[in-house]
Nanobody, 122 residues
Framework: QVQLVESGGGLVQAGGSLRLSCAASGSIFSINVMGWYRQAPGKQRALVAAANLRGDIDYESAVKGRFTISRDNNKNTVYLQMNSLKPEDTAVYYC????????????????WGQGTQVTVSS
């Protein structure tokens, strides 16, 4: 089986920084997309940033210039460096991966982490 384990959330003042990490483990053949979504209270889960194996990166417009996504493919790990945090960044952040299993390296499957809370105080 595959697990995504996140770390790095917490409470920070506006203008501060946090770094989220997410490590994928298990029977993994290949990971295409790794990324981060977030869900604020009363809102839908939405993409924050994602990076595919080719190196293409996509950001939500509200975080461009403040957040940076990066991957360590040798470690099956994705990071999200969040700078200049704002109260509106407060949400549960979920790691996402689109990958193939070693036992069946044909189909792609989606996996989610358990979520990590990020709270930005004003």
């Amino acid at each position: 089986q595959v697990q995504l384990v996140e770390s790095g959330g917490g409470l920070v003042q506006a203008g501060g920084s946090l770094r989220l990490s997410c490590a994928a483990s298990g029977s993994i053949f290949s990971i295409n997309v790794m990324g981060w979504y977030r869900q604020a209270p009363g809102k839908q889960r939405a993409l924050v940033a994602a990076a595919n194996l080719r190196g293409d990166i996509d950001y939500e417009s509200a975080v461009k210039g403040r957040f940076t996504i990066s991957r360590d493919n040798n470690k099956n790990t994705v990071y999200l460096q969040m700078n200049s945090l704002k109260p509106e960044d407060t949400a549960v952040y979920y790691c996402y991966a689109n990958l193939k299993h070693q036992q069946n390296p044909v189909n792609w499957y989606d996996y989610w982490g358990q979520g990590t809370q990020v709270t930005v105080s004003s």
